[in-house]
């Protein structure tokens, strides 16, 4: 298995732009985990799914952040629009049950 | 809700010794499950050791083995005979419905 994918691995974007990552999750894992890693705040957790259903976003910072799995291999993180405070490595993880598989993460900076 | 707390923000040992890094965590639940991730500079999660909490015996995989002390919600990781390649930050994660993580701990491995 590849393991867990997302794209793009960096991201540059100017302030008030549309972005939105990507992730396939391991297949045959349910559960999906979008997290988001700063030096100040370290990981925060701001979505998960089971069986492609959102089951907690009360991570997600604003309403600007918006995510969805439409099917068990696709899942995206939208953040529109975007603010310099965006600027972070979003990662995306899947797991079956125990611990998840990361991605590869996404670096996002907003300028 | 839950929480996790690693109150050594860094750590540096000589090569070919011995550390743990401590963690400590909060949660009502019964049942769930404790980890070990290390994050090298590559930035890559990788997950190094699990623990399930119905399990009295401590987890270990090579090098790396834990302490899991249930009733004190401790959950500390040794590495024995530490490598260069070591080096990297180390997050605890506790996992119940989700899965959340420690601040990190940056371990610095002395040639």
């Known amino acids: 298995d590849a393991g867990v994918i997302q794209s793009p691995r960096h991201e540059v974007t100017e302030m008030g732009q549309e972005v939105t990552l990507r992730c396939k999750p391991i297949s045959g894992h349910n559960s999906l985990f979008w997290y988001r890693q700063t030096m100040m705040r370290g990981l925060e957790l701001l979505i998960y799914f089971n069986n492609n259903v959102p089951i907690d976003d009360s991570g997600m910072p604003e309403d600007r952040f918006s995510a969805k799995m439409p099917n068990a291999s696709f899942s995206t993180l939208k953040i529109q629009p975007s603010e310099p405070r965006d600027s972070a490595v979003y990662f995306c993880?899947?797991?079956?049950?125990?611990?998840?598989?990361f991605g590869q993460g996404t670096r996002l900076t907003v300028v | 809700a839950q929480t996790v707390t690693q109150s050594q923000p860094e750590m540096s040992v000589q090569e070919a010794e011995t550390v743990t890094l401590s963690c400590t965590y909060d949660?009502?639940?019964?049942?769930?499950?404790l980890f070990w991730y290390k994050q090298p500079p590559s930035r890559q999660m990788i997950l190094v050791i699990r623990?399930?909490?119905?399990?009295?015996q401590n987890a270990t995989e090579n090098r790396f083995s834990v302490n899991f002390q249930k009733a004190a919600k401790s959950f500390s990781l040794k590495i024995s005979d530490s490598q260069l390649g070591d080096a990297a930050m180390y997050f605890c994660a506790y996992r119940g419905d989700k899965i959340i993580f420690g601040k990190g701990t940056r371990l610095h491995i002395l040639p």
């Open positions: 993880a899947s797991s079956r049950q125990g611990g998840a598989f």
């Open positions: 623990q399930e909490a119905y399990k009295q």
């Open positions: 949660t009502s639940e019964s049942d769930y499950y």
